[in-house]
């Protein structure tokens, strides 16, 4: 069983920068992949970015050189550090561990408002 809280949302205005956090607790948490994901109202839930176990990074087109995605393995920790932020990226974000052959599991969001 995994457990995953995120934090960090908030309201900023365009242009400005967010770090949001994940949280994770259950055995063998730093074997899964993590990933950032977003849900803007009316639309499907989308990816942002995702980080291995091993570290490769992998991000959506939309956020490339804006968006980081790290993890600190000693706090079973993942963060999407967001800089540049456009009233686009207006969502909830949720983070996600899945692996292989398990099911995944999500946190329960964050909200993210983008004031232009």
């Known amino acids: 069983q995994v457990q995953l809280v995120e934090s960090g949302g908030g309201l900023v205005q365009a242009g400005g920068s967010l770090r949001l956090s994940c949280a994770g607790s259950?055995?063998?948490?730093?074997?899964?992949?993590m990933g950032w994901y977003r849900q803007a109202p009316g639309k499907q839930r989308e990816l942002v970015a995702t980080i291995t176990s091993s570290g490769t990074r992998n991000y959506a087109e939309f956020v490339k050189g804006r968006f980081t995605i790290s993890r600190d393995i000693a706090k079973n920790t993942v963060y999407l550090q967001m800089n540049s932020l456009e009233p686009e990226d207006t969502a909830v974000y949720y983070c996600?561990?899945?692996?292989?052959?398990?099911?995944?599991?999500w946190g329960q969001g964050t909200q993210v408002t983008i004031s232009s």
């Open positions: 996600k561990a899945e692996r292989t052959g398990w099911s995944p599991y």
């Open positions: 259950g055995r063998l948490f730093n074997m899964y992949t």
